[in-house]
């Protein structure tokens, strides 16, 4: 039978790491969002780093899987022998940051003069609109990997072109987003201090 | 091979309920957080009525997997071989309503009288004393399934009974959580109207 992996969070989440790094040919193919997988990790250790500095308390959806067959094996945990991966309808992150909901998605391009719209889906779009409309605070992280610059661009920004892309451009310009996102700095602790840029572009209840 | 079923949103989420119904029995030594489904399905069916008439926008977070092994057959879409169901770090649902963030976690129990504090781990209590620490509205949604009782219970003390467990009970007495937290409504549309009680029990900004 092998080694048993039981199913605790701790060890699930190194087991991922393992899986990842050791079978990277098989990502190739991958189009269902899992691509960019520095700046998720980025992100996620930053997200570690806010967490146990009690900044904010920001996490990354599960991703959403469709489960078709699982067994249950008399003694150990259900195995899941048949499962699909399935489009999110909402964003990878959300969470509470000085008493604000706040939620993005993050993305990258090798591109090196715009940023493909391609990279999103009309369901992540209307979310999107959704937050803005209820008084969340909604963004994307947009990173070019070959520059290894980060912004964080308002969704009403990314929103606006997607809107045009039917007689429009299939991108936004680089310079674009430059000039209506905030660039985001590249560190040790955080690795990702997106917060910081929060600060300066949203605004919070006085406490 | 026969059919296959290309994971998008739309037919993804109608094969749960097919699959979910169609093997009931196969659910029975599930341990991990998917029982109480009907009371997950009330709250499914009122988040998707809150989305639709724009009072609020709340989701389920996808149950958190541990994937092991993927096969990626040429020409259809990669099919997770190999997985298991992780424990939860934090709770199911969250969103953002009137500006503010939401989290609640919903667990159901046929116990009559007292609702055990094993439905909850470690890790979902001190996210919710993180969710309260950064300003966010943190709950549980409890059902005594035999008399078919809801209960919005604030997180504070659900934390205080968890806390005092080592030295007290196992269980909180169902006329605490009477008296503390605040009956829900059962309905049609919502099935259970639980932004009715949100609106009732905390503040929200003024706009």
Not at 66 to 75: D, L, S
Not at 87 to 107: M, P, Q
Not at 111 to 124: D, G, I, V
Not at 143 to 170: A, M, N, P, T
Request: a positive charge; glycine letters at 6%; hydrophobic letters at 30%.
């Amino acid at each position: 039978m092998g080694t048993f992996h039981y199913p605790n969070g701790k060890k699930a989440a190194s087991a991922v790491q393992t899986q990842r790094s050791a079978s990277p040919s098989s990502k190739k193919d991958v189009s269902y969002g899992n691509r960019g997988m520095s700046l998720e990790e980025d992100i996620n250790q930053s997200n570690q780093f806010y967490l146990l500095t009690e900044r904010a308390v920001i996490h990354k959806k599960p991703t959403p899987v469709q489960i078709v067959n699982v067994e249950y094996p008399k003694r150990s945990a259900a195995v899941i022998r048949e499962a699909y991966f399935k489009l999110a309808s909402t964003t990878d992150y959300n969470g509470v940051y000085k008493g604000r909901y706040i939620d993005f998605e993050a993305k990258e391009t090798k591109n090196k003069t715009s940023f493909p719209l391609k990279n999103f889906h009309e369901h992540q779009i209307t979310h999107m609109q959704q937050i803005v409309d209820h008084g969340g605070i909604s963004f994307v992280i947009l990173r070019f990997s070959s520059s290894d610059e980060s912004f964080l661009f308002d969704s009403s920004h990314l929103i606006r072109y997607w809107k045009e892309q039917d007689i429009g451009r299939k991108s936004i310009p680089k310079g674009e987003i430059a000039e209506k996102g905030h660039s985001i700095t590249i560190g040790y602790q955080p690795r990702l201090d997106y917060l910081q840029v929060i600060d300066s572009v949203y605004s919070f209840p006085a406490h």
